[in-house]
Nanobody
Framework: VQLQASGGGLVQAGGSLSLSCTAS????????MGWYRQAPGKQRELVAI???????TYGDSVKGRFHISREKAKNSVIMQMNNLRPEDTAVYYC??????????????????WGGGTQVTVSS
């Protein structure tokens, strides 16, 4: 599985950006895709994730400001980030997570990560 991310960049506080990520290659249809982020000196944290069934989970700090959606046919996710704050500044990593319960499936228990994309919010 390969993940190709796009978007991000520099924006002023209060502004908006979007991130997209597309998975290619063979991957279980039972999956979740989303974003984690890591700021300098901090641990990687969940931003938002969405299952193939459309169930979403958001990190507490982004609830009400970020919205994640997916295009199942394209195996891609888009995250719209609104009302950005300086504390949202981080490297954002796309994730594709296998949710298959079949232990003999090659994707069982697997997480696939894309390269990071920088989001910088100036005050």
């Amino acid at each position: 599985v390969q993940l190709q991310a796009s978007g991000g960049g520099l924006v002023q506080a209060g502004g908006s950006l979007s991130l997209s990520c597309t998975a290619s290659g063979r991957f279980t249809s039972s999956n979740a895709m989303g974003w984690y982020r890591q700021a300098p000196g901090k641990q990687r944290e969940l931003v938002a994730i969405i299952t193939n069934g459309g169930i979403t989970t958001y990190g507490d700090s982004v609830k009400g400001r970020f919205h994640i959606s997916r295009e199942k046919a394209k195996n891609s996710v888009i995250m719209q980030m609104n009302n950005l704050r300086p504390e949202d500044t981080a490297v954002y990593y796309c994730l594709a997570r296998s949710l298959t319960l079949s232990s003999d499936h090659p994707d069982y228990g697997m997480d696939y990560w894309g390269g990071g994309t920088q989001v910088t919010v100036s005050s």
